[in-house]
């Protein structure tokens, strides 16, 4: 009884450990992310469609090849090696951001400095490919299979995801976006220090407290393993690729989103040709693949406030506050703070629904989610409507829309990851999270060509239309949104008793 009691309220030493080794990384990856398409417009001079698209065919490829270095883990590499080598990549990436952005100016001029880039966030893109997947995965085997602490740890682990991203967002918004493209320069700087920051923690802490319950060290190569000598010859032609598809992608030709088709259907094909799967796995899966889908309307208009919500801060918000004007990226930092804030909160109010035996199912959570997602742009919607060209918009909108889409945030993807986790048959654990990883891929790939539509007063170019809807205001740009997220709600909510 008294080891329960004990099991019951601490946690293994370890979870702190991937805790720290997050935080870091996520400061670098938001950190990043929050000045990133204000770099690429005001320091690389790149239009506001060109940087959207750009931003979202990054974000897309960090999604997409955790695919690859999930494989290479389970069976050349293990977690360990995983994630000190895709920390010291993304570290590489970040100084060889920032010595692009030392000499920075359009392409014309700048060449030289334009490839740096595509060469940093490639790196960055391999780099996340190996982190990612192997951390969140070393979080469970901290923990016996039923030990019921598991899906606190993974709440802990997600205030370690948004704490990382408070942090770094905070910082390089004051020194990377300070209104002189000299100082974008700081703010990557500063995101490559803390990643190194991060492996350099995970490297010092990894024997002494990365083991399971009976003190069996995890994460290590796997037994039987050649070929890891192989994996690292084979990194320059990974990277090559990558930046193949970058380049090709962000110069009209779109390969990314065939990829991810082709990609969804190679992973449909691998799970259902399977002949030991039972009936009620099959259903399981059915439901992993069809919430899949409905996520990817969610994460599309959410990953909208590094692109255009930040360009709406920037140009049409009035951010002076008590004297004091704020820099447009920091606003995205609203997101971090609700989600620490709100974590607990919100594990309280499902908690409390529970005892009533009125705790919603997981399918029904996740159609409320889109229901504050669409609610938060609408809300932006009234604060546009009828705008007169040259005023600018209070920055209460924007906190009101961001305080919505965080509440979305809880209810969507905590409760996303564990009900795929749930669902799971063991065989297929990480193919299936590969599909929650490649409906974020697609989101954020669809994020960026969205963004790419935000309407430009001065652009003389006719206005884009989708599905003959005319986007000539912010107005209109923020409705499409409004009405994508609430038909994915609707939907979902009707759906769910049948999922
Ligand atoms: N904010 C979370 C993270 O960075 C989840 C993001 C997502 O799934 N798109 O891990």
């Not at 009936?279 to 692109?307: L, N, R």
Request: hydrophobic content about 55%; some cysteine; glycine content about 10%.
């Amino acid at each position: 009884p008294l080891e329960q009691s004990a099991e019951s309220t601490s946690h293994p030493r370890g979870l702190y450990l991937l805790f720290a080794t997050e935080m870091w990384e996520r400061f670098s990856y938001y950190g990043m992310r929050a000045v990133l398409v204000l770099f690429l417009t005001k320091a690389m001079m790149m239009d506001k469609a060109f940087a959207s698209k750009f931003y979202g065919g990054y974000t897309s490829l960090v999604y997409l090849t955790p695919l690859i270095g999930g494989f290479i883990s389970d069976r050349y590499w293990g977690n360990r090696r995983s994630i000190l080598t895709g920390g010291l990549l993304m570290a590489l990436g970040q100084f060889t951001l920032f010595f692009s952005a030392s000499n920075y100016g359009p392409e014309s001029t700048h060449a030289f400095s334009h490839w740096m880039l595509y060469l940093g966030l490639g790196v960055m893109i391999v780099g996340n490919g190996f982190f990612k997947p192997n951390i969140s995965s070393m979080v469970g085997s901290l923990y016996s299979p039923a030990d019921k602490r598991k899906d606190a740890a993974y709440t802990i682990f997600y205030m370690g995801i948004n704490l990382g991203s408070f942090i770094g967002n905070t910082i390089t918004s004051l020194i990377g976006d300070t209104g002189n493209p000299a100082d974008f320069r700081w703010a990557f700087l500063a995101c490559g220090i803390a990643m190194l920051l991060g492996t350099v923690v995970f490297n010092w802490g990894k024997d002494k407290y990365l083991h399971t319950p009976e003190g069996v060290q995890v994460g290590e190569t796997p037994a039987i393993s050649g070929g890891i000598m192989g994996v690292y010859a084979l990194l320059p032609v990974l990277l090559a690729i990558i930046l193949g598809i970058l380049w090709l992608d962000s110069n009209k030709l779109s390969v990314i989103a065939p990829l991810l088709g082709i990609a969804v259907i190679g992973i449909a094909f691998m799970i259902f040709s399977d002949k030991s799967l039972s009936g009620a796995d099959i259903k399981g899966i059915m439901v992993i693949f069809i919430v899949s889908f409905f996520v990817v309307f969610f994460w599309a208009a959410f990953e909208q406030a590094p692109a255009s919500l930040t360009f709406f801060a920037d140009e049409q918000m009035n951010r002076t506050i008590f004297g004091f004007t704020l820099p447009a990226s920091i606003f995205q930092n609203l997101n971090a703070i609700f989600v620490v804030v709100g974590a607990p909160l919100m594990a309280m109010v499902w908690t409390a629904l529970g005892r009533r035996g009125a705790e919603p199912p997981s399918p029904l959570k996740m159609a409320i989610g889109l229901a504050f997602l669409a609610a938060g742009y609408l809300v932006m919607c009234f604060g546009v409507h009828d705008l007169q060209p040259g005023v600018k918009v209070s920055m209460f909108f924007l906190v009101a829309l961001y305080f919505l889409h965080s509440v979305g945030e809880l209810c969507l993807s905590p409760i996303g990851l564990s009900l795929v986790n749930k669902l799971a048959p063991a065989k297929f654990a990480s193919l299936l999270m590969a599909v929650w990883f490649l409906a974020n891929a697609a989101a954020n790939y669809l994020a960026g060509y969205m963004s790419s539509l935000y309407p430009d007063p001065k652009s003389t170019a006719p206005a884009p239309v989708i599905l003959g809807y005319h986007i000539t205001s912010l107005y209109d740009f923020f409705m499409v949104f409004v009405v994508s997220a609430a038909a994915a709600a609707l939907i979902l909510f009707l759906i769910s008793g049948k999922l």
